[in-house]
């Protein structure tokens, strides 16, 4: 009696040793939380000294399978809560399966986009992050305007000190820490301002209509007659008009119309105007 109890310990505790452990199986990434693309690697951690592991099969819960130990670079492009899956096969056929519901947490990056316009004073500009953001995420936006102070507000004005070229960043960054960048070049313009009386009489006072973008922005100018007829017609970032055709021909006193184009770099419209103009001797 006592030899057949000895033997039936003897036989659960050869059955225990039999399978593996699930406590001394596990695995763990390089980082659980982040923001697309997320890149990973994925360890299977062993503390047994007796299981002897046929294979690994890995389900990263993103569409893609490993049957290496410990992969790397699993990537997750979608913005989601992910379960991740390992499988250990041993030699004496025995499956083990680890489950992380949940474990892998990502956050999408926003694209970040912006615009900014003029307002109704000159060189004053108000700016604007224009992509769609996740409603109930908080962020936070950094303007990297050329010249300027670093600006938090999500719609910040700036009041530029001369027209030209500056420089522009958006950075916006959301609770999960993910950020994105936009950047590029922004064109302030002056209100241009056009005369609209000139005297070409030689007499070394306002001889010429000229229309003058201080070399920023190229423009056509067209001159007409009362009666619609063009009379002259010129290109340049300074323009003027004597009071004569093309041809050389002295027109008369009286009032003419222009109209004036950007030829490109123009985005608010400031350099394209038309209105009356009058000659006198």
């Known amino acids: 009696m006592q030899l057949s109890k000895l033997r039936l310990i003897l036989y659960l505790f050869l059955s225990i040793l039999a399978y593996p452990v699930k406590g001394q199986y596990d695995f763990t990434v390089s980082d659980a939380a982040g923001c697309t693309p997320m ?3 994925y360890s299977l951690t062993n503390t047994a000294t007796v299981d002897s592991i046929d294979q690994v099969t890995w389900d990263f819960d993103n569409g893609e399978t490993s049957s290496s130990i410990d992969p790397d670079s699993v990537t997750y492009d979608q913005q989601g809560s992910y379960t991740p899956t390992l499988v250990i096969t041993f030699d004496n056929g025995y499956e083990l399966w680890i489950t992380k519901t949940g474990f892998i947490d990502v956050h999408r990056i926003a694209s970040v986009s912006y615009s900014y316009k ?5 060189l004053v500009y108000v700016f604007e992050q224009t992509a769609t953001l ?3 995420v ?3 936006f950094e303007w990297d305007i050329e010249g300027f102070a670093l600006r938090t507000e999500p719609r910040p004005l700036y009041t530029f000190p001369d027209s030209g070229t500056y420089a522009v960043v958006l950075t916006v960054t959301d609770e999960f820490g993910c950020s994105s960048q936009a950047s590029g070049e922004i064109s302030i313009l002056e209100e241009i301002r056009v005369q609209n009386v000139f005297t070409p009489n030689n007499d070394g006072d306002n001889d010429y209509f000229i229309v003058n973008t201080n070399g920023s922005i190229p423009i056509n100018l067209k001159i007409f007659s009362r009666a619609g007829v063009l009379v002259y017609e ?3 970032t300074i323009v003027s008009w004597d009071g004569y055709t093309v041809s050389g021909q002295k ?3 009286g009032i003419y ?3 004036m184009e950007a ?3 123009d985005p608010d419209g400031k350099y394209s105007k038309a209105g009356a103009l009058y000659m006198y001797d």
Not at 118 to 122: G, L, M, Q, R
């Open 39 to 41: 890149k990973i690697k």
């Open 118 to 122: 003029d307002t109704i004073s000159d």
């Open 134 to 136: 996740d409603a109930g």
């Open 138 to 140: 908080d962020y936070t």
């Open 234 to 236: 010129a290109e340049g």
């Open 251 to 253: 027109l008369r006193p």
């Open 257 to 259: 119309f222009y109209v």
């Open 263 to 265: 030829l490109t770099g």
